[in-house]
Structure formats: structure tokens, C-alpha cells
């Protein structure tokens, strides 16, 4: 393993592997052990999008991990003013022992990753969000004791989270139902990876326009934002369109009894989940924003250690 770019690239045993590392993490700084696997390494952090979690998060876990974080802002770096992704790859390669990034295009990620002799940790594109994923699969094992045999149904966009999501529940034999209006599906090639992962493992995969289809006796129920980050211009039609897959107590009522509601953040009450609900019992929601970090924490080491 040496990027973190896609769980689809990912064996069973990795993720399942980061997810360990990531729970002992956890635990070991809770009880007030330190691990400075990383000192003396610098982290080079690239955002061409805002982040709230994945920044902070990136940062403390870098810091905790004896090392140092560099924000690089897409806007102060010449990459912003056209300078090739090679050249940026070539060198940064010569100061940094990691990359992350967090960029539109999903190919970007894939060039600087090719072109760098460092780890590329992938920190969201309009593709995928594996870091996120990762955290969302740690808090479903804190909350339901195992993964394999769950179901999470993901009612919404089919977008960069939904795609994660789907390669995720595939690796830790979760089952995974994903309900998206007509128009605004899962991409077609990461839903053919994504069968061919589900084949692997033996689970379901269900696609479907329903949501109450989808979230039927679901032991996790996801959703995200209806506009992601560069959909801006398509928020009032995306509004009118998304309605219906609004995560509400009504539709909750189909899950289990004892299903979690989960977001990666940042939510939008009152459209795609209602504050009942997300701010209900059953919302393990800050959960999640805290495992960024100590999962984030288990790539590192594993990347960068
Ligand atoms: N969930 C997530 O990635 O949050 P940020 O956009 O705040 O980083
Ligand atoms: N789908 C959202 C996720 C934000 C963490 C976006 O890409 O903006």
C-alpha cells in the first residue's frame, strides 16, 4: 500500500487492518500513550476545496503522531496558477514524506499519486472520500460491536460518499442499499467495481430509486448533502429534485430499531435530514467527525511510518 486513493484498491484485510489500527490508536491516546511514529516527517496538506474536518483533523493527527502538518492552500501555491501536477509532484517529493489532497478531479489524484515517490493520501474528490469512510465503518463497529452482516442504506446523492460508502461496506462484508433519484445515480464504473467487490465478499449490493426500499431494517442509515462542493449553481433545482429523499422520522421508522443515523458532515437541517433526526438518539454523527482522526492516524503511520 503506498497512497490511500480509493478503498476499491484496498485489500479486505487493509481496511479491516486500518480500522484496528485505528481503534487501538484511539484508545492508546485515551489513555494518555504516545506514539510519535512519525517524527521528523512533514505532511504536505493541498486544498483546492474548503474542509472544517479533514483539515483539522489531518492536522492534530500529524501533530499527535510526532510530525508535522503543512497547510498548502491551492490558492497560495503555484499548482492554483497552472503549474502542472507533475511538476508539483516532483518537487514536493524532494521536501515532504506525504502528500494529502483534497481536489475536483479524482484523475489529479491519481497523476500526483503516479508522479510522486511519496504517499498520496486522498482527502475527497468529486469521486470518492475513502478517509471519511474509513472513520464512518470505525463508529459503526464502536456502536454495533461487529460490521460483517449490517446493512447501511445511504439515501441521496449518488456522490463521492456514496461511492465510498458502497467500496467500503464491500471490503468489511456489510450489505449496502443506496437510493438515488433518477438522474443523479452512483457513477456507472464505480458501480461495476463496486458489484465485482460485493461479489467478492458475498454481500448485496441494491441500487435503487426507493428510499424506503433502501432503508429497509437498515442497521446504519447515511446521508449527505444534496449540493456538494462546486454543484453550488445547481442548488435550488437540486432542492426541488432531492425532496423526497429527506431523511425524516417517517422514513427512519423503516430502518431497525436500533439503526444509527450517520453524515460525514457538513448536514443542512431541513433538507437532507431533519433536525429530529439528526440531532435525535439515534445520531452518532460527532462520533464520526471524531474517528477522522484516529483513522486518519492509522494511514499515516501505515503510509508514512
Ligand atoms: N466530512 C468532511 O470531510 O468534512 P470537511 O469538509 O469539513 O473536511
Ligand atoms: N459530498 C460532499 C461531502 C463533503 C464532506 C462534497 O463533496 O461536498
Redesign the pocket.
Given at each position: 500500500m503506498k497512497d490511500l486513493i480509493s478503498l476499491h484498491d484496498l485489500s479486505s484485510d487493509e481496511v479491516k487492518g486500518l480500522l484496528e489500527l485505528g481503534l487501538k490508536l484511539k484508545k492508546e491516546l485515551k489513555s494518555g500513550i504516545e506514539h510519535h511514529i512519525l517524527k521528523g516527517k512533514t505532511l504536505g496538506m493541498i486544498f483546492t476545496k474548503?474542509?472544517?474536518?479533514?483539515?483539522v483533523s489531518f492536522e492534530v493527527g500529524m501533530t499527535q503522531l510526532g510530525g508535522y502538518p503543512l497547510f498548502l492552500s491551492s490558492n497560495d501555491i503555484q499548482l492554483g496558477r497552472g503549474e502542472t501536477i507533475h511538476d508539483t509532484a516532483k518537487v514536493l517529493e524532494r521536501y515532504l514524506d506525504g502528500i494529502m489532497i483534497r481536489t475536483y478531479a479524482h484523475s489529479d489524484v491519481i497523476e500526483l499519486a503516479e508522479e510522486a515517490n511519496i504517499p498520496v493520501i486522498n482527502a475527497?474528490t468529486d469521486l470518492l472520500?475513502p478517509c471519511?469512510v474509513l472513520a464512518d465503518l470505525m463508529t459503526t463497529y464502536e456502536h454495533k460491536g461487529k460490521l460483517e452482516g449490517l446493512k447501511l442504506a445511504y439515501i441521496g446523492d449518488g456522490n463521492n460518499m456514496a461511492h465510498s460508502l458502497m467500496y467500503g461496506c464491500a471490503k468489511v462484508g456489510m450489505d449496502c442499499a443506496i437510493a438515488a433519484p433518477k438522474g443523479y445515480e452512483c457513477n456507472s464504473e464505480v458501480v461495476e467495481n463496486a458489484k465485482a467487490d460485493f461479489k467478492a465478499s458475498g454481500r448485496t449490493l441494491i441500487l435503487t430509486e426507493d428510499p424506503v426500499e433502501a432503508i429497509k431494517n437498515a442497521d446504519v442509515v447515511y446521508t449527505d448533502t444534496w449540493v456538494s462542493m462546486g454543484q453550488e449553481s445547481e442548488k435550488a433545482e437540486r432542492q426541488k429534485i432531492f425532496m423526497p429523499y429527506q431523511v425524516n422520522k417517517e422514513l427512519f421508522k423503516n430502518a431497525d430499531n436500533d439503526a444509527v443515523f450517520m453524515h460525514?458532515?457538513?448536514a443542512y437541517r431541513g433538507f437532507e435530514v431533519t433536525k429530529d433526526v439528526i440531532d435525535g438518539p439515534h445520531s452518532v454523527i460527532f462520533d464520526e467527525a471524531e474517528n477522522r482522526l484516529h483513522a486518519q492516524k492509522a494511514v499515516m503511520a501505515t503510509l508514512m511510518g
Amino acid at each position: 500500500m503506498k497512497d490511500l486513493i480509493s478503498l476499491h484498491d484496498l485489500s479486505s484485510d487493509e481496511v479491516k487492518g486500518l480500522l484496528e489500527l485505528g481503534l487501538k490508536l484511539k484508545k492508546e491516546l485515551k489513555s494518555g500513550i504516545e506514539h510519535h511514529i512519525l517524527k521528523g516527517k512533514t505532511l504536505g496538506m493541498i486544498f483546492t476545496k474548503s474542509s472544517t474536518r479533514t483539515r483539522v483533523s489531518f492536522e492534530v493527527g500529524m501533530t499527535q503522531l510526532g510530525g508535522y502538518p503543512l497547510f498548502l492552500s491551492s490558492n497560495d501555491i503555484q499548482l492554483g496558477r497552472g503549474e502542472t501536477i507533475h511538476d508539483t509532484a516532483k518537487v514536493l517529493e524532494r521536501y515532504l514524506d506525504g502528500i494529502m489532497i483534497r481536489t475536483y478531479a479524482h484523475s489529479d489524484v491519481i497523476e500526483l499519486a503516479e508522479e510522486a515517490n511519496i504517499p498520496v493520501i486522498n482527502a475527497l474528490t468529486d469521486l470518492l472520500h475513502p478517509c471519511q469512510v474509513l472513520a464512518d465503518l470505525m463508529t459503526t463497529y464502536e456502536h454495533k460491536g461487529k460490521l460483517e452482516g449490517l446493512k447501511l442504506a445511504y439515501i441521496g446523492d449518488g456522490n463521492n460518499m456514496a461511492h465510498s460508502l458502497m467500496y467500503g461496506c464491500a471490503k468489511v462484508g456489510m450489505d449496502c442499499a443506496i437510493a438515488a433519484p433518477k438522474g443523479y445515480e452512483c457513477n456507472s464504473e464505480v458501480v461495476e467495481n463496486a458489484k465485482a467487490d460485493f461479489k467478492a465478499s458475498g454481500r448485496t449490493l441494491i441500487l435503487t430509486e426507493d428510499p424506503v426500499e433502501a432503508i429497509k431494517n437498515a442497521d446504519v442509515v447515511y446521508t449527505d448533502t444534496w449540493v456538494s462542493m462546486g454543484q453550488e449553481s445547481e442548488k435550488a433545482e437540486r432542492q426541488k429534485i432531492f425532496m423526497p429523499y429527506q431523511v425524516n422520522k417517517e422514513l427512519f421508522k423503516n430502518a431497525d430499531n436500533d439503526a444509527v443515523f450517520m453524515h460525514c458532515l457538513p448536514a443542512y437541517r431541513g433538507f437532507e435530514v431533519t433536525k429530529d433526526v439528526i440531532d435525535g438518539p439515534h445520531s452518532v454523527i460527532f462520533d464520526e467527525a471524531e474517528n477522522r482522526l484516529h483513522a486518519q492516524k492509522a494511514v499515516m503511520a501505515t503510509l508514512m511510518g
